[in-house]
């Protein structure tokens, strides 16, 4: 249900994703720390047509490369990164910043592998996902992007996955690493209250044309009709009592 009861107010309180970030409200809070990425290239895998989106993931059968420090307790094993796009360049990010949507949102999945023995089990509690959130904004074609985008055509329709080895995902970090963070969901079915967000603040970019390579991914699978995976942002939901953190001021 992931409804959180708030002894003060006797209501039940949602924690979903995503929000619009007030730069305003956020609240700098000097114990956040720097954040460690600690990614091996070799644990890249495959890439993987899930239907409303592509995967890209990696093996997490032990803590090869994992996210620590920042706001979180622990390490998080990265498991896969995906995106997420509009139908056209005017919007496409999940999170807002001040009202403002970028064309592309990158997500970068970690689980709690400090606590808990998989990413379904660690799903199910609040402390059991990370995912470093990344806004792409329109400028000149993204070299990192394009190892990626040239394997689409293998996955083009549903449940299609090829192999993918030897990927730096440092490429698609933007130099400042500085980052709001709070609590809330999944984005998509089931919407766990699972996830510590860490939204990065400098955008990485990419080009029109890459993202035209995005939008000719099928939702459907090879022996349907085609019909293509033009946008699957969802809209910002309720902060309620929340609090968004920044990690500089
Ligand atoms: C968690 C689901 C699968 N969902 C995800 O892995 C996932 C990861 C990241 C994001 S995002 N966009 O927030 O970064 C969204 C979804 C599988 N699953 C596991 C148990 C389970 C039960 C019912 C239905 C599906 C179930
Ligand atoms: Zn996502």
């Known amino acids: 249900m992931g409804l959180h009861y708030s002894h003060h107010k006797h209501c039940l309180t949602h924690h979903q994703s995503p929000i619009n970030i007030n730069t305003r409200t956020a609240k700098y809070n000097p114990s956040l720390k720097p954040l460690k990425f600690s990614y091996d290239p070799k644990t890249a895998k495959r890439i993987v047509n899930v239907g409303h989106c592509f995967n890209v993931e990696f093996e997490d059968i032990c803590d090869k490369s994992v996210l620590s420090e920042g706001p979180l307790d622990g390490h998080y094993r990265l498991c896969q990164f995906h995106f997420h796009w509009g139908s056209s360049d005017r919007d496409g990010s999940e999170h807002n910043i001040d ?79 500085n980052y709001w963070t709070y609590m809330g969901s999944l984005t998509t079915k089931p919407y766990f209250e699972c996830v510590t967000w860490i939204i990065l603040q400098e955008a990485i970019t990419v080009s029109s044309q890459q993202l035209e390579q995005f939008r000719r991914l099928q939702c459907t699978s090879e022996n349907e009709n085609p019909s293509f995976i033009l946008e699957n942002h969802r809209p910002v939901q309720p902060l309620d009592h929340r609090v968004v953190y920044s990690s500089c001021p």
């Open 99 to 177: 009202g403002h949507l970028y064309p592309a949102e990158l997500h970068i999945v970690h689980w709690n592998s400090k606590k808990y023995t998989s990413f379904a089990e660690a799903a199910k509690h609040p402390d059991g996902v990370a995912v470093v959130g990344v806004f792409l904004k329109l400028g000149n074609t993204n070299p990192a992007l394009q190892s990626i985008i040239e394997n689409l055509d293998k996955v083009k329709t549903k449940g299609k996955a090829c192999p993918f080895t030897e990927f730096h995902l440092n490429g698609l970090l933007p130099e400042d690493l």
